[in-house]
């Protein structure tokens, strides 16, 4: 299983980001997937999941109407694009495979919110 994040960056606040997750090493469209962050020197922060066919999805109240979690089966791709960022969003951003709990993770893609 491999989760490779990409995307992040140093972005001003109210600018947008599209994180990808390229997932291989397993059946892709069978799984649940999710977006943690973790921002410095604090602990993991669940941020959005997405079910196996893209039909339902759940953010945390703090990206609520921000962020929005997607998925592409035929790409083996997970997506978080991030709308009006903040300086609080400033975080290691991971991908995650959820399989009874949170299983695999990736390596993280950084995201930075400053002016």
């Known amino acids: 299983v491999q989760l490779v994040e990409s995307g992040g960056g140093l972005v001003q606040p109210g600018d947008s980001l599209r994180l990808s997750c390229a997932a291989s090493?397993?059946?892709?469209?069978?799984?649940?997937m999710s977006w943690v962050r973790q921002a410095p020197g604090k602990g993991l922060e669940w941020v959005s999941q997405i079910t196996y066919d893209n039909g339902n999805t759940y953010c945390a109240d703090s990206v609520k109407g921000r962020f929005t979690i997607s998925r592409d089966n035929a790409k083996n791709t997970l997506y978080l694009q991030m709308n009006g960022l903040k300086p609080e969003d400033t975080a290691l951003y991971y991908c995650?495979?959820?399989?009874?709990?949170?299983?695999?993770w990736g390596k993280g893609t950084l995201v930075t919110v400053s002016s």
């Open positions: 995650v495979r959820e399989n009874y709990g949170m299983d695999y």
């Open positions: 090493g397993f059946t892709f469209s069978t799984y649940y």
